[in-house]
């Protein structure tokens, strides 16, 4: 009777084991498959063959695309109808319909408050000037006053935003050294005034610069740059960038000198295209490598103005690719100006971070490669068929909008992309 009964307990907790054992391997294959599904192949900056170039359509998800990727199933809720939103539904963008749905939402419920320190005479709140190559960081410190995401009560903020303007203080003649002390200073008086810094070390805080003496200057407050997000017109990896974190804000030098171009393919006679001072590495050996050759326009200085007028801008209007290496910085304002001019811009670079890059795919309007490619440059072009430039050409013309500054700023543009950034970085953050 004993041994029956030991007999049936054993029984049941074998059972009970192999019920166990199932479900763990149930749940390791589920894992497994849910985590093999999820993964997304990397994308090589560049690419073995221009075909490549072209047609691949992934990038690594930043975390912030993780974020609004798990956002995907808000379906329907609040959609509004706008005559711009037919463009957003084609394939420049990793996900139209998340970025529709998330920008729908941002309108929404996004608030940023301002911090009204600092006398707008000296270095604080206002824009030092809405033109140049540096107009990016001009006019979001006036479109971010005239939006609908400004909010007066910080209690209903969801990020924080320190108006302190390197530009306006090269402007005035500040060194790199007394930049940092006024930074340092504004920063301290910020955390020693309101309670909301320390709940985060900054995390819900962020900064705009586009000049390279806003991220030289800030480079001396540590606690800034490591904690605060920053939107930066040069974000290069090897400079600490980061990407989940910070934003590229677009060089934009306006107001442009011609309008816009596009759909203009037939008039695009000239491969390639660049002209500029030959301040960086990538800059010397293509201007070496490229400036005598037929079919590639290569000037290894800027175009005198003595030349005729508006030489160097029409120049645009009749190529169809235009070279975009770094100078001084990983950016150039050459980029926008190619997109605005309806020119496809051929990136060389081996460490940015392009504008949007979370939300636009790159490889549909551009084509991105490494500085080696360089000397190779002109048979990679070649190799892009017609109608594989044709393709190219008309997605540019699709994206045009998302580089173009406005005040007041207007629905998708640069503004709002950059605030679609700073929206998509605020989910991270936890109180």
Not at 75 to 94: I, K, Q, S
């Amino acid at each position: 009777m004993i041994a029956g009964k030991q007999q049936l307990q054993q029984s049941q907790l074998c059972s009970l084991k192999g019920s166990i054992l199932t479900l763990s391997i149930l749940t390791l294959i589920s894992f497994t498959y849910f985590s093999f599904k999820s993964l997304r192949p990397p994308l090589p900056l560049s690419p073995p063959t221009p075909q490549l170039t072209l047609l691949s359509s992934t990038t690594p998800p930043s975390h912030a695309r993780i974020v609004a990727n798990k956002k995907a199933n808000n379906v329907g809720e609040g959609e509004g109808e706008d005559d711009n939103d037919d463009d957003l539904f084609t394939d420049v963008y990793h996900s139209s319909k998340l970025f529709k749905l998330n920008f729908e939402e941002m309108e929404r419920r996004f608030k940023i408050y301002i911090y009204p320190d600092g006398d707008p005479k000296t270095f604080y709140q206002t824009p030092r000037k809405l033109t140049g190559k540096y107009a990016s960081e001009g006019y979001f410190f006036q479109n971010i006053r005239e939006s609908r995401f400004r909010t007066e009560d910080p209690d209903q903020a969801h990020l924080f935003f320190i108006p302190i303007s390197c530009h306006k203080m090269r402007g005035k003649g500040t060194s790199y050294e007394n930049m940092t002390i006024i930074v340092q200073n504004y920063l301290d008086s910020l955390i020693a005034k309101y309670p909301y810094w320390n709940r985060t070390l900054g995390a819900d805080h962020f900064f705009v610069t586009c000049h390279d003496v806003g991220v030289r200057a800030t480079e001396g407050v540590p606690f800034l740059v490591k904690n605060a997000i920053r939107v930066v017109c040069s974000p290069s990896y090897d400079v600490g960038f980061i990407p989940h974190k910070d934003v590229a804000l677009p060089q934009v030098l306006q107001p442009f000198a011609l309008p816009s171009g596009g759909n203009d393919v037939e008039n695009r006679t000239t491969l390639g295209f660049w002209a500029g001072h030959r301040n960086s590495k990538i800059r010397v050996i293509l201007a070496r490598v490229w400036e005598n050759d037929t079919e590639l326009d290569i000037s290894n200085n800027r175009i005198s103005r003595a030349t005729g007028h508006l030489v160097y801008q029409n120049s645009f209007y009749r190529t169809k690719f235009c070279i975009c290496p770094g100078g001084s910085q990983v950016n150039s304002a050459r980029i926008a100006d190619s997109i605005h001019y309806g020119c496809v811009p051929v990136i060389l670079s081996n460490y940015y971070d392009l504008p949007f890059n979370d939300i636009l795919d790159w490889r549909k309007f551009a084509v991105v490669l490494r500085e080696n490619d360089v000397y190779e440059l002109k048979q990679i072009l070649k190799n892009i068929s017609h109608e594989e430039f044709v393709t190219l050409h008309k997605n540019l013309v699709k994206v045009q909008k998302h580089f173009q500054w406005n005040s007041p700023p207007v629905k998708y543009d640069a503004f709002h992309m950059v605030i679609y950034e700073l929206w998509l970085r605020h989910h991270v953050i936890k109180y």
